[in-house]
């Protein structure tokens, strides 16, 4: 479990800068001294990480590792985007202290960089700071191993026009243990939103060369019907319908129907329903393995709009052992237990053909 985190998490983070010696096996966090010309965040042990969370005055983001991989507390424990997570720890990884800006404790409000627990516990637009943790949270142990408080940005001043008068821009920062402000030249925000860090891709992990059909369901039956006859061939609209597509329009539907993306997570499902909700709008894709993915719009007991989903993979018949139930298992553990939404438009360009 922890190699498989620890490989999943710091991959990209290895190829980039030469980052050979990216995991330190340390026990504890040492104190943040922020020294001019260091990075931002000093080495860990990232295979350890349990939590990652972020919060400012508008919100808070928890990021958790379990038994099903990185999800978001926020979003009904919805998969979280280990592309952004990435990310993020490249950025702290990356980020050097630029220059040191100030130590005085009363100046702190100034840039934004009070702890909550020094604005009686009130997080504050201008005045507290976001506020990055990674924790160590294996099992039920969980300790602190990074922390950082990020400030209000700093702009570049200009004299004239590409001439600035000695000010770099950047964003203020400070560690929790010490009053010192620093700048960095970059500018460090990260969003609070949870939706913001949900993986937002609905099928996430399919082949799309491997699928052979397409079809577009509305209430009173099928409004789309594409085909094609072998792995990565060319998409063509079923035989006997009276419509004429240039290939060009048919590829952009395509695209639209394998990149819907979700906006957010409406609620877990009181039940993990793996059968169609008949006589509503849906999306059928199957695969030249016989999978069938649905799609399937305005399930019952949610909003009565185009845009509310719910995602199941099932086949027709009995599923097979080996790798094809293995992936069907692995789709709906990621998708079936939700109800999501996505963007209106989208649905409304799907339907309305």
């Known amino acids: 479990m922890k190699l498989t985190r620890l490989i999943t998490l710091t991959f990209t983070l290895v190829a980039v800068a030469g980052l050979a010696v990216l995991i330190a096996w340390r026990d504890r966090l040492p104190p943040s001294r922020g020294m001019v010309g260091e990075p931002v965040m000093h080495l860990i042990n990232l295979s350890q990480v349990g939590l990652v969370l972020i919060e400012n005055h508008e919100g808070r983001v928890t990021i958790r590792w379990g038994k099903d991989g990185w999800s978001v507390d926020q979003q009904a424990g919805f998969t979280a985007d280990v592309r952004k997570l990435r990310a993020l720890m490249l950025n702290l990884l990356r980020t050097r202290v630029t220059e040191k800006v100030s130590e005085n404790f009363k100046a702190l409000e100034n840039f934004a960089l009070l702890r909550k627990v020094e604005n009686n516990w009130k997080m504050e637009a201008n005045k507290t700071a976001q506020v990055i943790s990674i ?13 950082l408080l990020i400030g209000k940005e700093r702009r570049a001043r200009i004299r004239s026009p590409g001439v600035a008068d000695g000010k770099s821009g950047g964003t203020y920062i400070r560690f929790p243990d010490t009053n010192r402000v620093y700048l ?10 949870p939706s913001d860090w949900i993986d937002n891709r609905t099928f996430f992990g399919m082949d799309r060369r491997e699928m052979r059909r397409i079809r577009i369901l ?5 409004i789309l019907h594409l085909l094609r006859e072998a792995p990565g061939g060319p998409w063509r609209l079923k035989r006997g319908t009276d419509r004429a597509w240039p290939k060009q329009r048919i590829e952009r539907l395509v695209d639209r129907v394998f990149g819907l993306k979700i906006s957010r997570v409406l609620s877990k499902r009181k039940q993990t329903v793996l059968a169609p909700e008949q006589g509503r709008l849906r999306i059928e894709v199957t695969g030249f393995n016989k999978m069938e993915y649905l ?21 027709p018949h009995e599923i097979p052992q080996g790798k094809v139930r293995e992936k069907l298992t692995a789709f709906n553990t990621r998708f079936g237990r939700w109800v999501f939404l996505i963007d209106p438009k989208d649905a409304e360009a799907l339907f309305g053909q």
């Open 218 to 222: 509305g209430k009173q039956g099928a």
């Open 135 to 147: 924790v160590y949270g294996l099992e039920k142990s969980h300790r602190l191993m990074f922390r």
């Open 295 to 315: 799609l399937d719009f305005n399930p019952p007991g949610f909003s009565p709009q185009k845009d509310t989903l719910t995602i199941f993979a099932r086949m």
């Open 184 to 193: 960095i030249s970059e500018q460090l925000k990260f969003s609070n939103k």
